[in-house]
């Protein structure tokens, strides 16, 4: 079983709370009776104290060093049987990396624990064992049923991508093969030269949409991220085989005055590198055809030893965007692309310039691992 990695304030409140909780009771406890701790080592009392108190300490790397903490109790149990040992066994089965190592580690506190009770003149040295166990089994408790609730909320998500799968497939894909074949239908009716070009490009650009969503829709069901060795096929965005030349010359077919520079050697980059930053030009190209129209863009591409950077750039717009057209985005555009860089190695920014335009760039490793 791996590790449970843990973070939040919530969670650390809790983990300062059980350690003042084990150190109060184990202060109490020689408070309480101080003629019990001379009867092991001939020492004051207020160092007893402190021994369990720093045995509390530990426990504050319960969640990620839990072997080690119930190592570090278990010793100090051999001196003076820590409360805080009653806690530790908890945080191994709940969050520890192995199951058979943290059984052991368990069983080395059980074995100090009982030394250092023997040596206490302790009247009952077994319910020390008897809680540790119970500490244990709750632990395993907390870890199955988190286990559980990943495997539910998994299920969740399968299922949802599985319905968005469908419709997307039932619906959008209808439309555009309707689409596709109107404007097949008037590429062979029409007379007008222009008119049968427009429509011839029409019908690729659906065909090219058509293939995409084939792409999203084999990736909703299936649930496979893009890899980052590089070695999958083209994820959803772009079908096999479109380059940032192509996603360019697209631009500049519509109006869109695009500029391009590209330096280094493209081969340099793993396949999942050129296929994210192909993803970036073109979420970047989309959102000033939304948003900023009439604007001018420049778009470079560097390619290095030590990592590829793209920029897409454009000025401010002269009036206002369509709003029939900016609005037919979702708004998540530029997370997910993020996402999409992150999952490379990367780092992504998007911002406005001084200037009123908008700037993206991205900055990533030529390998496609981390």
């Keep these: 079983m791996g590790p449970v990695r843990w973070r939040g304030r919530g969670g650390y409140a809790v983990d300062v709370a059980v350690v003042v909780v084990a150190a109060v009771l ?24 402190a021994a369990q108190v720093l045995a509390a300490a530990l426990l504050l790397r319960r969640r990620t060093r839990p072997e ?27 969050h520890g990396p192995h199951r058979r190592r943290g059984w052991l580690t368990i069983g080395v506190l059980v074995g100090c624990w009982t030394v250092g009770a023997h040596a206490w003149a302790i009247a009952d040295p077994f319910s020390g064992p008897a809680l540790i166990l119970v500490s244990a089994l ?48 008037l590429g ?3 007379t007008d ?14 065909c090219r949409a058509l293939a995409e969503l084939r792409d999203v829709v084999g990736v909703l069901r299936t649930g496979t991220p893009p890899t980052r060795d590089g070695t999958a096929d083209a994820p959803a965005g772009e079908p096999p085989g479109t380059t940032v030349t192509d996603l360019i010359g697209q631009s500049r077919s519509v109006g869109l005055p695009v ?3 590209e330096s280094g ?3 340099v980059a793993a396949p999942a590198v050129r296929r994210t930053v192909v993803r970036v030009v073109q979420e970047s190209l989309t959102n000033v055809h939304k948003h900023a129209p009439d604007s001018s863009v420049a778009v470079a591409v560097r390619y290095g030893p030590g990592g590829v950077r793209a920029t897409v750039t454009n000025s401010a717009p002269a009036r206002p965007p369509d709003p029939a057209v900016s609005a037919t985005g979702s708004g998540s555009g530029l ?30 490793p030529t390998g496609a691992s981390r």
């Design 26 to 49: 184990g202060a109490a406890r020689e408070i309480a009776d101080p003629n019990l701790a001379t009867k092991h080592v001939d020492a004051p009392v207020w160092a007893y104290v």
């Design 68 to 94: 080690a903490v119930t190592l570090g109790i278990a010793v100090s149990s051999l001196f003076a049987p820590a409360s805080a040992a009653l806690f530790a066994p908890y945080a191994v089965t709940a």
């Design 335 to 364: 997370l997910g692309l993020r996402h999409r860089v992150e999952m490379v190695g990367g780092t992504l920014t998007a911002e406005p310039t001084p200037d009123g335009g908008f700037a993206v760039w991205a900055t990533l």
């Design 265 to 267: 050697d493209p081969t």
């Design 188 to 190: 062979v009716t029409a």
């Design 138 to 185: 709750l632990g395993m408790y907390v870890r199955a049923r988190r286990h559980l609730l990943d495997e539910l909320a998994e299920q969740a998500r399968t299922d949802e991508r599985m319905r968005l799968a469908r419709e997307m497939h039932d619906v959008v894909t209808h439309r555009i093969n309707l689409m596709v074949l109107q404007a097949g239908a």
């Design 259 to 261: 500029s391009f520079e």
């Design 193 to 206: 030269p222009a008119t049968r070009a427009a429509a011839a490009e029409l019908r690729e650009n659906g």
